[in-house]
Antibody, heavy 125, light 107 residues
């Protein structure tokens, strides 16, 4: 199971900080990334970025380098920091496990097989 | 980035009916497409990966098809628990992108 947590309200220009606690699978298992995805009200899903247990990260360029994802293997958690937030960052934030391997047919998998329920973050003064 | 367009936006159907949802990508993603079901307040659930492979535990009434730029998700006989929002997602090219969703509601 994945459980997101963090403040539900953040002021504009401040930093949004969220944690995803993972129970069951270990975040240090090879073959999987751990990702953040968000959904603004009334809009579709947007991939924010992902992290491997080695610390390697990839981000969506749409964030314009405002995001940082980190991993804490001792706590089996991943975290998201999003700097300089605006109202456009208001969204439900999900964490998810993202596959990263070639299956038995030789095709690559990068789908999301486990998700949290999400946490709503509102950016407002 | 690759844009995914789902159709229709909303469907009103009854249990027992058959439904097909379409997802079109702005450029080829080979078979690197997944489908998810999202019920309000719950975690999204992976249904299909690799365009047509069912994820673990997914009933065989769910099926996926397609390659390149055109994909479909079919539910052969709707069960009451199937009514939700469905999303397609491509993982052929980063950044990974999702469709805008198709809401399946009970008629």
């Amino acid at each position: 199971q994945l459980q997101e947590s963090g403040p539900g309200l953040v002021k504009p220009s401040e930093t949004l900080s969220l944690t995803c606690s993972v129970s069951g699978p270990s975040v240090s298992t090879s073959g999987y990334y751990w990702a953040w995805i968000r959904q603004p009200p009334g809009k579709g899903l947007e991939w924010i970025g992902k992290i491997y247990y080695s610390g390697m990260t990839y981000y969506n360029p749409s964030l314009k380098s405002r995001g940082t994802i980190s991993i804490d293997m001792s706590k089996n958690q991943i975290s998201l920091n999003l700097r300089s937030v605006t109202a456009a960052d208001t969204a439900i934030y999900f964490c998810a496990r993202q596959q990263d391997y070639y299956d038995s047919t030789g095709y690559y998998r990068a789908d999301f097989d486990y998700w949290g329920r999400g946490t709503l973050v509102t950016v407002s003064s | 980035e690759i844009v995914l367009t789902q159709s229709p936006g909303t469907l009103s159907l009854s249990p027992g009916e058959r439904v097909t949802i379409s997802c079109r990508t702005s450029q080829s993603v080979n078979i690197y497409l997944a489908w998810y079901q999202h019920r309000p307040g719950q975690a999204p659930r992976l249904l299909i990966y690799g365009a047509s492979s069912r994820a673990s535990g997914i009933p065989d009434r769910f099926s996926g098809n397609g390659s390149g730029t055109d994909f479909t998700l079919t539910i052969s006989r709707l069960e009451p628990e199937d009514f939700a929002v469905f999303y397609c997602q491509q993982y052929g090219t980063s950044p990974y992108t999702f469709g805008q969703g198709t809401k399946l509601e009970i008629k």
